[in-house]
């Protein structure tokens, strides 16, 4: 019997998972895919947003301002990447400038700190290759970009160091309520009891939530499509910039990513399915005519990755976290679309301490710290030279474009968070994440994670359960 | 610190060749090869159609790769295996960081060096594909791989966008394996592949070949389940109501090869928007002293033969720069492309450093012609013209400007006039 189960594994349900592994309590987090963070949180613009847009008074700006300055903590204690760009939001004309005045007031009122208004020359010094166009700008110092699932990753990494436990692979089919505890029913037959439920699922938070009555929010899907810059492209921006925003979102931004990639998006379209991850053509054509407004030096010709998002946007005007009216100990954290990553921290402190009332003292026991080894190309020449005398795991290269080993590979596979697919040592490791997509080094990851997991080729994942790579041996190989 | 007079990266076709014409002199070569056997993407290949050329014989690439593998041994070439190069970087000399599961990290300090590191092939993400993104899609070359060296069927549905030659090669290997493949699909109104492989390997098969076709939409969660393909218009943009539908469980790519070179943007070479590698004089030398290039990592060839002869030409090359330990200063005049030519290589004749009587043009049409005249033009004036047959934009074309015949150290236009 566990004390609380969280439904997802995205950066919300992560964060509260860890938060909980703070306490005695039993904690266990579980996913309906085959690994962590594997919807929202790995397709999304992975912006710690400074907090400058949301509606003034509401969840959602006090915990994206909170969540911004909580990321700093999460840096030193989960090791995770934090690029501090700032942003800046552009304006184009006397109409715009308007608008932009508006923004600025907006994101005083929220207590935004270091904002300030500065000219179209002084933007375009700070970022030269916008547009000539841009009159005035709306400067946020503190807005960062992070690498959002292995926020997710860790923390659950952390919790689990911390007595909590995860389980992939476990998707919730009905939810059973009796005198003193839940009962989750999951699709293989099996079932999970609980004290009490997290509902973090994301686009289904509304699908988890009428298992056991009329949720008062529905999801209502929005898709948000993607372009993914190579890496060479560092440095072309400095910061994230963003138009102004409308009533469909921030609009098109330009964002440097964490390993030197420029992401380019999203659109903001509705849709019906909650899991609908195309691309299309009028996505490309939206994307490419909206960044003229703010750059017209975008070297199109360096995408090296398309991608979709679906946005857990609910009929609720703000984040939607509430305990269950009709059924105590049962509470939904759902509707969190953007500035979700930034508030995330800030709501899973809010759940804990305020909803759950959870105020005892933390276990003695807790290690806030997660250890993560650096990038082994980012170390020193001398430090990559003992590491591989002592493993020549590090010696051999696997991902030639993004220069990972064979020993990240390895590690990416084993431990706690580790995963055995395709897709998701591409999350931990970055091998494939490059120039040629994983062309050359796809071959080489699935054989090392059929050794290392002792299975054979053609059970190796691309991601999902039964989506081996390899479906069948030649007849040569049949015959011997 | 390991020295050598001239660094080879890469094991394949191209460097293979220029090892063997750099040897025979007191000079040391090195050959760096990723993987723990030469012969690169020739092993692969497991067809036949190599070396009509080289050889005037149809041999497997293996065996092609193996000819040059066993002179290399008899010449005692010394080859590093396992080896990636990660970093060069040039002051006097070039210093290569080197890495191996058996060495570990290296420095090693090179004279010249040649870069004959291959291609790689274009992506789904690179042309914006539409539609999800489920498992089953991949470059053909990928699939080739596990299929013929790993002894694995990536999908039995297939389909393919493009009609590269890995892409025609793999439909009929494929289907030779029991898988069924339903179509090739190519964007352009004509074949990107060479025409024995559209009869050996579309035709003799009755895998239909959709010209300016591409796919508009992909569906399928987790395993591909489903692609449309439609017909497009001069402006490559989709005509309604030409939708086909196919069920199928693999999209085999075959769009594109680029050449790989982005570990050598450290040394800032000057480099072609078109063929997306390096710009090099008649001794295949790029803008950076003492670094060559050849094969399919300065543009895409369509044979393997001419792979080797310019294999060949740059180890020749490197070898003389080595000898004489020195250039001229360089007088360097462009080789311009002009009508329906895509590209030249080289792209330019340095004039003060012609060491042959005459320069050897490998180039790329962009229109399709049953007939037509090559002329080689300088300052306004015909200098030289060959007629050529059935010129298709998928076959390399080549042309031998006999120096003698140039009245001046101009830039020289080479051109294409159809014959109608």
Redo the contacts between chains.
């Keep these: 019997m566990y004390d609380y189960v969280v439904i997802g594994s995205g950066i919300i349900g992560s964060l509260i998972t860890r938060e909980l592994s703070k306490y005695a309590v039993k904690v266990l987090v579980i996913d309906k895919e085959n690994d962590i963070a594997s919807h929202q949180t790995t397709a999304n613009s992975a912006i710690i947003h400074s907090g400058h847009d949301p509606k003034v008074g509401s969840l959602k700006a006090k915990f994206c301002v909170l969540g911004n300055k909580l990321y700093d903590d999460l840096e030193k204690e989960l090791n995770i990447p934090l690029l501090r760009t700032g942003a800046l939001v552009v304006a184009n004309g006397k109409k715009e400038e308007t608008a932009l005045d508006e923004l600025y007031q907006r994101a005083l009122k929220n207590e935004v700190p270091e904002v300030s208004i500065i000219s179209g020359e002084e933007a375009r010094t700070l970022d030269p290759l916008l547009s000539k166009d841009i009159t005035k700008a709306l400067s946020l110092p503190t807005t960062k970009v992070t690498y959002p699932w292995e926020v997710a990753i860790s923390a659950i990494g952390n919790a689990i160091k911390n007595g909590a436990s995860f389980k992939r692979n476990a998707h919730v089919i009905s939810i059973e309520k009796n005198s003193t505890h839940y009962v989750l029913h999951l699709k293989d037959g099996s079932t999970i009891a609980s004290k009490n439920i997290i509902n973090a699922a994301g686009v289904n938070s509304d699908v988890i939530a009428s298992y056991l009555e009329e949720p008062e929010f529905k999801i209502t899907p929005r898709k948000g499509e993607y ?2 810059l190579d890496r ?1 492209a560092v440095g072309l921006f400095h910061q994230v910039i963003y138009p102004l925003p409308t009533d469909a979102g921030k609009g098109v931004l330009i964002v440097p990513q964490v390993h030197g990639n420029v992401l380019l998006g999203p659109t903001s379209t509705l849709v019906e399915d909650k ?7 009028e996505g ?1 054509s939206y994307i490419k005519q909206h960044l003229k407004r703010l750059s017209k030096e975008i070297p199109f010709d360096m ?5 979709a998002g679906v946005r857990a946007t609910s009929t609720y005007e703000d984040f939607y976290i509430k305990e269950s009216k009709l059924h105590k100990g049962f509470y939904h954290v759902a509707g969190i679309d953007s500035p979700g990553l930034t508030a995330a921290p800030a709501i899973a402190n809010y759940v804990v301490h305020e909803l759950l009332n959870i105020q005892a003292p933390l276990k003695t026991a807790f290690d806030p710290i997660f250890q993560k080894p650096k990038p082994f ?1 980012s170390l020193p ?1 001398e430090t ?2 003992k590491l ?2 002592e493993n ?6 696997i991902c ?2 993004e ?1 990972i ?2 020993q990240e590979i390895i590690d990416a596979i084993h431990g706690p968070t580790g995963n055995d697919t395709i897709k998701g040592i591409k999350k931990r490791a970055r091998a494939g994440a490059g ?6 080094c ?2 080489l990851v699935l ?1 090392i994670i059929a050794r290392e997991t002792n299975k054979p ?2 059970e190796i ?4 359960s ?2 081996p ?9 049949e015959k011997n | 610190m390991k020295k050598t007079d001239l660094a080879i990266i890469g094991g394949g076709a191209a460097g293979l060749a220029a090892a063997l014409s750099a040897s025979g002199s007191s000079l040391s070569i090195l050959v760096i090869e ?1 993987e723990k056997v030469l012969g690169g993407i020739l092993n692969q290949c497991i067809h036949n159609g190599f070396g009509l050329h080289m050889f005037k014989e149809e041999l497997t690439g293996p065996e092609y790769a193996n000819r040059f593998i066993e002179d290399l041994r008899r010449e005692n070439i010394d080859v590093l295996y ?1 080896t ?1 190069v ?1 970093d060069i970087q040039k002051k006097d000399t070039f210093l290569l ?1 080197l ?7 290296e420095t090693l300090e090179a004279k010249a060096v040649i870069i004959a590191s291959g291609c ?2 274009r ?4 042309v ?8 089953g899609i ?2 053909a ?2 699939a080739q ?3 013929n060296i ?7 549905k297939v389909f393919i966008l493009g009609s590269g030659d890995i892409g025609l090669i793999m439909a009929r290997r494929m289907t030779l ?2 898988a069924k493949v339903l179509g090739v699909a190519e964007i352009m109104p004509y074949s990107n592949g060479l025409t024995r492989n559209i009869v050996q390997c579309l035709n003799d098969y009755d895998i239909p070949l959709f010209l300016s076709h591409t796919v ?3 569906k399928g ?3 591909l389940e489903q692609i449309t393909i439609q017909q497009v218009d001069e402006q490559f943009n ?1 005509i309604i109501n030409t939708e086909k539908v196919f069920d199928v ?1 693999t999209l085999l790519l075959s769009i594109g090869l680029i050449p ?1 070179v ?2 050598f ?1 450290s040394l800032k070479m000057k480099k072609s928007p078109i063929t997306k590698s390096a710009i090099v004089d008649q001794s295949l030398m790029t803008s950076v002293e003492g670094l060559f290039i050849c094969g399919n990592a300065l543009h895409v060839h369509d044979l393997v033969d001419w792979v080797s002869k310019e294999g060949e030409k740059a180890g020749k090359y490197a070898k003389q720069y080595l000898l004489a330990n020195r250039i001229n200063p360089k007088n360097s005049k462009a080789i311009v492309p002009g009508d329906h030519i895509r590209y030249v290589v080289p792209h330019e004749i340095d004039f003060n450093n012609v060491t042959d009587d005459s320069v050897t043009l490998s180039f790329r049409v962009t229109k399709k012609m049953a007939s037509g005249t090559f002329k080689v033009i300088q300052n306004g004036e015909v200098i030289q013209m060959k007629k050529a047959k059935y010129i298709a934009p998928a076959e390399m074309e080549s042309l031998t400007i006999k120096l003698e015949e140039l009245k001046s150290f101009d830039p020289i236009t080479l051109s294409l006039e159809e014959t109608l």
């Design positions: 372009y993914v060479k899991e609908c991850y195309s691309n299309t053509k490309f995408i090296i990755r398309t991608f190309h020449f990559q030279q591989v005398r020549p795991k590090y010696g051999n290269l030639k474009c220069k080993t064979e120039l040629c997509q994983g062309g050359y796809e071959g054989k080729l053609t994942n691309y991601y999902a039964d989506t790579i390899l479906v069948k041996e030649t007849k040569t190989n | 990723r396992g990636t990660i960081t890495t191996s599961e058996v060495h570990g990290y790689y092939e992506t789904r993400g690179a914006q594909l539409p539609g999800e993104r489920p498992k991949m470059p070359g990928s791989r596990y299929l790993d002894g694995y069927l990536v999908g039995k394996e029991g508009t939409d992909i969660k987790n395993t989709p469980d790989d982005a570990l943007d």
